[in-house]
């Protein structure tokens, strides 16, 4: 689950007792001012030193603003300097007594003193066994990992659900090539790792500056499939792809509705892509599995060895990593190893696991609002207590009566150290790989 900047914000705000959201109640005159009546319980200049955040759409959103005086008989802000543009009537806004940029600075700080408490799964399927090596370069993606290995255990491609005909990509007579030269190959002279599977699969040429597709349509495929038959279910298209070229390959679904595209390909080696497609109710005629090469300069080559084409979605292809291995990790300032216990099978995938610090929101005003942190509604308590830290402990290096700051810390550790109780959020035990310098 992720968690949007905004949210994040008003969160950490209800967390510190520093939140007021309001409409406006009246155009104002000018840029100056905001008005909301119901303001008026507050006693005059109450809000003195507040800021005013805008997040009504339009030219004023998430802009910022320091109130100079409050009209407590109008509820009328008065701020310096002036918005962009005069707010209206009905803008939302909201009050902060903490200047609102310094929370989300705090939150991204907050995430980084949370870690590895809180933290996000990271993913990499991007080294395959050569049959030969026990030790490998641990990819720049999960520096901060592993912590788990997986070794692949390939998934048939020969099933009752799977709609693809030629699966195994040996034969292309039952795909349709478009400025693409399609040809079978066995075990390439100059790279061991092809084909991935079996004896051959398909080699996929395409000229430079030049786009072009590899397609098989509905009338093409097993179990007499069709259209009509999808409509209205979600279906899976997959397909394990070579390239050294990234952002050139990826894999689409076609309906009456339109493409639907997988990410392209990150250019290290063999990865498996999967698109999913809601298919549209009405679809009678149209149902295509395409794989779509990108112009490039250059004449790009790729493989593709095993698909499937079926209903549901893409846990089926991608759960194929039951086997944990042991290895041991070597790290120092020009090292960067994970090191097996036995040689991964030639051709078969290793799934790392790490962790890293949750996603930072930012630093400009639209993308705090809109980037995200990926916590729940427990484990974001213990992310408000980290921010919330931060954010007095700022406070407590200018402030002239430090007793007080000392106060609101030591009332936010008590509420982190209670959360922690409740919600221990801990990476699984168990862990097979060894290491950073155990050898």
Known sequence: MAITGQNLLTGLSQFIGDDYDNVTSATSTDGTTVVKNHLSAFGEDYFRDYYVRITQSGTNQYHIRRVKSFASASGTLTVDPAFPAVPQDGDAFELHKYEPSR???????????????????????????????????IPSTIRKGPVFAFIEYPLGTHDGWNFISDPDFDSTSNWAASSVTASIVTEESSNKLIPKYDNSCTKLVVAASTAGTY?????????????????????????????????????????????????????????????????????????????????????????????????????????????????????????????????????????????????????????????????????????????????????????????????????????????????????????????????
């Not at 799964?121 to 030790?135: I, Q, R, V, W």
């Not at 050294?244 to 595209?261: E, F, M, N, P, Y």
């Not at 982190?416 to 060894?434: C, H």
């Open 103 to 137: 929370k989300f600075t705090a939150l991204d700080e907050g995430r980084l003193r949370a870690y590895p408490q809180i933290a996000k799964l990271t993913f990499d399927e991007t080294l395959t066994g050569d049959g030969y090596s026990k030790e490998f370069d």
């Open 215 to 439: 397609s098989q349509v509905v009338a093409n495929m097993n179990n007499s499939i069709t259209a009509a038959g999808a409509a209205g279910q979600k279906m899976t298209f997959a397909a394990w792809i070579y390239s050294r070229v990234a952002s050139k390959i990826r894999i689409q679904l076609i309906d009456d509705s339109g493409t639907t595209s997988s990410d392209y390909h990150g250019g290290a080696g063999w990865e498996l892509l999967t698109v999913e497609k809601n298919i549209v109710g009405n679809s009678s005629s149209l149902l295509t599995a395409r794989i779509e090469v990108a112009n490039n300069s250059t004449t790009f080559t790729g493989f593709i060895d095993r698909g499937w084409l079926y209903f549901g979605d893409a846990g089926r292809v991608r759960s194929i990593y039951p086997i944990e291995a042991n290895a041991r990790v070597r790290r120092d300032d020009t090292t960067q190893r994970i090191m097996f216990d036995n040689v991964p099978q030639a051709r078969r995938q290793i799934r790392l696991v790490g962790r890293s610090p949750l996603s930072a929101l930012g630093t400009t005003r639209a993308s705090q609002a809109t980037n995200t942190m990926e916590v729940d509604e427990a484990s974001s308590m213990i992310l408000y207590s980290h921010a919330a830290q931060v954010l007095f402990e700022r406070e407590g290096m200018y402030s002239d009566i430090p007793e007080e700051v000392s106060a609101k810390l030591s009332i936010i550790q008590s509420r982190a150290n209670d959360y922690e109780v409740k919600w221990p959020f801990r990476m699984l035990a168990g862990s097979k790989i060894q290491g950073p310098f155990k050898v």
